[in-house]
């Protein structure tokens, strides 16, 4: 008997998008048939780039990396209820370490006693564990080199973001975050 396709949604901020986000994505596309990256357009504290500009971001990674099946939109609202709008099967999140666990256990708790939906997580490769987008805009905004831990339109991106500011107006922007 043919299985039913799997849809997954992978929701988050990707403000900007990481490597450490795409080792996930890369090894969830062998698990699903179908994965969307749902950038979450709610308003967060010291955004940096607007939800079409990450979306934008994305779409050219998975145009220039081919990514089959995977696709990119932005949701305003509750994961769960875009979750059932999209159809989607489950919810994918990534982790880092066991820090992440905590609130990542809440959240796919809360997820499945409203929604009963199910959250799958992928653990990222050792070298994306201390990455995250909080730490790549404070880097970026200090001129630090970051080609290691993000894709090349992401650091071009983060270039022009930040070389009309001066450090100080960069880092104060950027800094002072919370969460991803
Ligand atoms: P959110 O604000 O929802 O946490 P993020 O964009 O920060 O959004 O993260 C989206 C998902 O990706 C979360 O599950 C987060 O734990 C995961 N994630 C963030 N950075 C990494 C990384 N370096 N490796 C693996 N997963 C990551």
Same mark, same amino acid.
């Not at 990481?18 to 994505?25: E, S």
């Not at 994965?35 to 967060?44: D, Y």
């Not at 220039?64 to 709008?85: C, H, I, N, P, W």
């Not at 564990?129 to 905004?141: H, K, N």
């Given at each position: ?8 949604? /992978?929701? #988050?901020? /990707? ?24 950038? #979450? ?8 780039? &607007? ?17 089959? #099946?995977?696709?990119?939109?932005? /949701? ?22 066991? &820090? ?29 564990? /201390? &990455? ?33 500011? &001066? ?7 950027? #800094? ?5």
């Amino acid at each position: 008997m043919r299985r039913k396709p799997v849809r997954a949604i /992978f929701p #988050g901020s /990707f403000d900007p998008i990481t490597n450490g986000h795409l080792d996930v994505i890369s090894r969830a596309i062998k698990l699903f048939d179908e994965l969307v990256i749902a950038v #979450g357009r709610s308003p967060v504290k010291n955004q940096l780039f &607007t939800p079409e500009e990450r979306v934008q971001m994305i779409e050219e990674i998975i145009r220039q990396r081919r990514m089959k #099946g995977v696709s990119v939109e932005s /949701f305003d609202g509750l994961t769960v209820e875009y979750a059932a709008k999209k159809k989607a099967d489950v919810i994918l999140r990534g982790l880092r370490s066991l &820090t992440d666990v905590q609130y990542e256990f809440q959240l796919a708790m809360t997820n499945r006693a409203v929604a009963g939906i199910e959250t799958v997580f992928i653990m990222t490769s050792e070298q994306y564990g /201390f &990455t995250s987008s909080t730490l790549i805009r404070e880097v970026a905004s200090l001129g630090g080199n970051l080609s290691n831990l993000i894709p090349e339109n992401v650091y071009e991106r983060l270039q022009q973001r930040f070389k009309k500011r &001066t450090p100080s107006e960069g880092s104060r922007k950027a #800094g002072s975050q919370t969460g991803g």
